[in-house]
């Protein structure tokens, strides 16, 4: 529709959209600088602010530091993409036997249920002890000496695990019973009515939850320095301690922070992209 | 129009009843159907059509009560029970298709999965029924993109692309206004013609009255009525199937 084709009604309406739309960007934008100025000047007000300063932002530290941190990072990758996989094969699986309806498979139901109550309880830092000191106390033949990212990595999975577990079991549920009525009633088994049917829909609908526990995995990663992994974590405290300054720390956390922010972005266009679909009815 | 073979049954149903916990939802129905021939359920809710019709398709388990399809008792114990669902297609009032497949690839899923036919063949089969629909150019598309009618055809055509002894449409117009049912019940009629045996719970009773050879009345449960379409409708026997007739019609 062309300009004049709009009515006088129209017109006012529209420049008090864009006068009301100006006011609020004006409004937001001096607000966030009033908070920040108030905060800056509540920190750099601190009776011990130049001392922080100095033992958590030393630029000269920061670039010795650098090397070593990101040597680190680099363990915390890798593991990081083993742990992911292993925790969506391992996850899927467990999901997958809590929804059995067979009988004789009832044991195996009942001892999924039991694995993802037992380490959603357990502190992910007591798992990792247990695995980290436990597996290679019981000292079995030829398996020589673990090395703690790999010990790490397998604890990492068994926590996680448990959760995404629980992620892809309410995947399965919300997926209309109807769909896998309407699969059985064409004569598809109960097996293909849950691998072709199901789970298909299923995955689809947990992406963004599932990213979520990405991001939570992301961090977690640096948790395998406690038993030694000299990843990116562990880094930085040797620097630490080789320094006598805490801006290695500051660091290894800027790194954590880069790597999560596309994946949290991604997540949220992922959501929002879905939230669009549904409200479009396309997802049933 | 192909004819009614009387000789012998495609589907014999004996004393159905099915209980949800306590409640009694069928108390004891039979049913006998006839190659080519259509039969309507008809009553009001609840009077128990669609569960009967689930469990002519063995997806409801039984209470009591034993079915023959073509002689061959389907509600013997050990029966392979997927085997009989693809050979009595059933169709849900809200469609059911899947929703991440196009609407080709639901019709050739249990093409493939069930009857073992290879890709190629399954396509041609599934390109074939949708042709017949008219749909054959939406082929690509997704269910969410149809209109209620298209998805509701497209979920007749992927039962009976299976070809099934025993159609089995359960409210398939219920959700759908006048001109897209009229699409559906049109499907309906060419079924009909070609010799489809159909056994289908309805709310259109024009429509029942049209294409029905014959016409049960389920009323809480139990048959109260049943007879040829045409004397059903215009002259009931029962005090039950008159009022329920004032009451729609």
Same mark, same amino acid.
């Given at each position: 529709m062309s300009q004049s084709d709009k009515s006088e009604a129209q017109l006012a309406r529209e420049t008090w959209r864009v *006068?009301?739309?100006?006011?609020?960007?004006?409004? #937001?934008?001096?607000?966030?600088?009033?908070?920040?100025?108030?905060?800056?000047?509540?920190?750099?007000?601190? /009776?011990?602010?130049?001392?922080?300063?100095?033992?958590f932002f030393d630029w000269d530290t920061a670039v010795k530091a650098f090397p070593r941190v990101l040597d680190g990072l680099w363990l915390n990758l890798r593991v990081l993409v083993f742990a992911s996989i292993s925790v969506l094969v391992f996850a899927l699986l467990l999901a997958l036997l809590t929804t059995l309806r067979n009988p004789i498979l009832? /044991?195996?139901?009942?001892? #999924?249920?039991?694995?993802?109550?037992? =380490?959603?309880?357990?502190?992910?830092?007591?798992?990792?002890?247990?695995?980290?000191?436990?597996?290679?106390?019981?000292?079995?033949?030829?398996?020589?000496?673990?090395? /703690?990212?790999?010990?790490?990595?397998?604890?990492?999975?068994?926590?996680y695990s448990a959760y995404v577990a629980e992620v892809f079991r309410a995947g399965i549920e919300s997926i209309h019973p109807s769909q896998r009525l309407a699969a059985r009633s064409l004569g598809l088994s109960y097996g293909q009515s849950v691998r072709l049917v199901v789970l298909p829909q299923a995955i689809r609908k947990v992406v963004p939850p599932l990213m979520n526990d990405f991001v939570a995995l992301q961090k977690d990663v640096g948790l395998i320095s406690v038993l030694g992994a000299v990843d990116a974590v562990r880094g930085a405290q040797i620097e630490v301690a080789h320094f006598a300054n805490f801006t290695p720390y500051i660091i290894a956390g800027l790194f954590f922070v880069l790597l999560a922010i596309p994946t949290v972005r991604l997540t949220d266009w992922l959501a929002a992209r879905m939230a669009k679909r549904e409200q479009m009815g396309t997802v049933l | 129009m192909t004819e009614i073979d009387w000789s012998k049954p495609r589907l014999l149903a004996k004393n159905i009843r099915k209980n949800f916990d306590d409640r009694q939802v069928l108390k004891g129905v039979d049913l006998e159907v006839y190659p080519g021939?259509?039969?309507? +359920?008809?009553? *009001?809710?609840?009077?128990?059509? *669609?569960?009967? +019709?689930?469990?002519?398709?063995?997806? !409801? !388990?039984?209470?009591? %009560?034993?079915?023959?399809?073509? %002689?061959?008792?389907?509600?013997?114990?050990?029966i392979n029970e997927d085997e009989v669902r693809a050979n009595v297609g059933l169709v849900f009032q809200s469609y059911n298709l899947f929703a991440h497949l196009s609407i080709l690839e639901n019709v050739k899923?249990?093409?493939?999965?069930?009857?073992?036919?290879?890709?190629? $063949?399954?396509?041609?089969?599934?390109?074939?029924?949708?042709?017949?629909?008219?749909?054959?150019?939406?082929?690509?598309?997704?269910?969410?993109k149809l209109s209620g009618g298209q998805q509701q055809r497209t979920a007749i055509v992927r039962a009976v692309a299976l070809n099934p002894k025993l159609l089995l449409?359960?409210?398939?117009?219920?959700?759908?206004? /006048? $001109?897209?049912?009229?699409?559906? +019940? !049109?499907?309906?009629?060419?079924?009909?013609?070609?010799?489809?045996?159909?056994?289908?719970?309805?709310? $259109?009773?024009?429509?029942?009255?049209?294409?029905?050879?014959?016409?049960?009345?389920?009323?809480?449960?139990?048959?109260?009525?049943?007879?040829?379409?045409?004397?059903? =409708?215009?002259?009931?026997?029962?005090a039950r199937a008159k009022e329920f007739l004032a009451r729609v019609i």
């Open positions: *006068s009301r739309k100006r006011r609020s960007t004006i409004t #937001a934008i001096l607000s966030t600088l009033g908070f920040a100025v108030v905060a800056w000047l509540l920190l750099v007000n601190t /009776p011990g602010w130049s001392r922080v300063q100095t033992s009832t /044991p195996l139901r009942l001892l #999924a249920k039991g694995y993802i109550d037992l =380490f959603r309880g357990l502190p992910l830092i007591i798992t990792l002890y247990l695995v980290g000191f436990g597996i290679p106390g019981l000292r079995i033949e030829g398996l020589g000496r673990i090395a /703690p990212e790999i010990l790490g990595t397998i604890a990492l999975t068994l926590t | 021939q259509i039969v309507a +359920l008809i009553g *009001s809710s609840g009077s128990g059509k *669609s569960t009967m +019709l689930r469990c002519l398709n063995l997806v !409801e !388990e039984l209470s009591d %009560g034993q079915i023959w399809l073509d %002689g061959d008792e389907i509600s013997r114990p050990g899923l249990a093409l493939k999965v069930v009857q073992k036919k290879s890709d190629r $063949e399954a396509t041609e089969i599934a390109l074939g029924w949708l042709d017949r629909i008219g749909l054959a150019d939406k082929a690509n598309q997704f269910p969410d449409l359960d409210e398939v117009t219920s959700a759908l206004d /006048p $001109e897209l049912s009229g699409e559906v +019940l !049109e499907l309906i009629r060419d079924l009909k013609n070609a010799g489809t045996t159909i056994v289908m719970a309805t709310h $259109e009773l024009g429509f029942a009255r049209e294409v029905a050879d014959w016409v049960i009345f389920l009323d809480q449960g139990v048959i109260a009525e049943e007879g040829e379409a045409e004397e059903f =409708f215009s002259r009931p026997k029962t």
